[in-house]
């Protein structure tokens, strides 16, 4: 069992910053991946950031140059730095965690980000 606990969200003003943390604990042999997504009301659940094993990033169109996804392999911890926000993000924001290529999410509760002035 692999347990996600997301921290970070809130509402901040258009243009400000806020800065998401997830931290993955339980029986986890290895990480391949980490990774946001994110869900607004009364749409799907879309692709923001992920992070492989080795370094290689990828980012939803929406959020390039602004968002940056970062981890931290010895707390097993993955971060998205979110600048310049705009009202087009609120959504609750959920980390998952992949240990091989193929296998399956496991996933946060999800934090709450709201762009609002």
Do not use: H
């Amino acid at each position: 069992q692999v347990q996600l606990v997301e921290s970070g969200g809130g509402l901040v003003q258009p243009g400000g910053s806020l800065r998401l943390s997830c931290a993955a604990s339980g029986r986890i042999s290895s990480i391949y991946a980490m990774g946001w997504y994110r869900q607004a009301p009364g749409k799907q659940r879309e692709f923001v950031a992920v992070i492989i094993s080795g370094g290689s990033l990828n980012y939803a169109d929406s959020v390039k140059g602004r968002f940056t996804i970062s981890r931290d392999n010895a707390k097993n911890t993955v971060y998205l730095q979110m600048n310049s926000l705009k009202p087009e993000d609120t959504a609750v924001y959920y980390c998952n965690l992949r240990q091989t290529a193929f296998g399956t999410f496991s996933w946060g509760q999800g934090t709450q980000v709201t762009v609002s002035s």
